[in-house]
Each structure stands twice: as structure tokens, then as C-alpha cells.
Nanobody
């Protein structure tokens, strides 16, 4: 099975918006899908995740980011608004399926700069 593929990253000015999308070619019951990010010199951190139990957001993105999923199409999206320079990072998609190891995408770069 292939790995998830992210898209939608790019350069945006502070205060701007971006939509990230992740398509997973795998099969099996999806337990959760999420987005992580890693800035240079920092550890990878959880941004948001979604499952049948609901959604979770890191405190730093609450009220600005929204995660959604389309399990029928194995897709998870992240709508990012009011972006700040500190949001700049490589964003990674994570898909966890029942009885399978986590699947990570290769990442998409988000740059926030004027």
C-alpha cells in the first residue's frame, strides 16, 4: 500500500489562509486521521486530529484551524486561517487504520512570511 499524499502547502502572508489536503490510498478501517508539523530545529508536534470520538486541536491553533475528514474517500483536510509566522513548518498527514501501523505522508511545506 502506498503512503498518504499531502497537498496544498505554499507561501502565504501573515493573516492569510491555506487548505491542506491528504489522500490515503490504504484500505482498512480508519481509526483516526491527523496533522502534525515540524519546524526547523523543533520536534514534530500534533496540530489536530479527528476520529469517531471527535476532534482535538493543539492550543496554539484553536479557533484558527479546522480539521475535517471524508472517510469514504480516505481524505483528511486542514483549513488554516489567520496564519502566523510561527505556523511555518512542514505539515505531515497521519492515518491510523485498525490493526495497522501508522501511515505518514512525506509532508508539505507551509511558509508564512510577508
Amino acid at each position: 500500500q502506498g503512503q498518504p499524499v499531502e497537498s496544498g502547502g505554499g507561501l502565504v502572508q501573515p493573516g492569510g489562509s491555506l487548505r491542506l489536503s491528504c489522500a490515503d490510498p490504504g484500505s482498512g478501517l480508519v481509526v483516526l486521521m491527523g496533522w502534525y508539523r515540524q519546524a526547523p530545529g523543533k520536534e514534530r508536534e500534533l496540530v489536530a486530529r479527528i476520529s469517531s470520538s471527535g476532534t482535538y486541536y493543539a492550543e496554539s491553533v484553536k479557533g484558527r484551524f479546522a480539521i475535517s475528514s471524508d472517510n469514504a474517500n480516505n481524505t483528511v483536510r486542514l483549513h488554516m486561517t489567520n496564519l502566523k509566522p510561527e505556523d511555518a513548518a512542514v505539515y505531515y498527514c497521519l492515518v491510523l487504520r485498525q490493526r495497522q501501523p501508522p501511515s505518514w505522508g512525506q509532508g508539505t511545506q507551509v511558509t508564512v512570511s510577508s
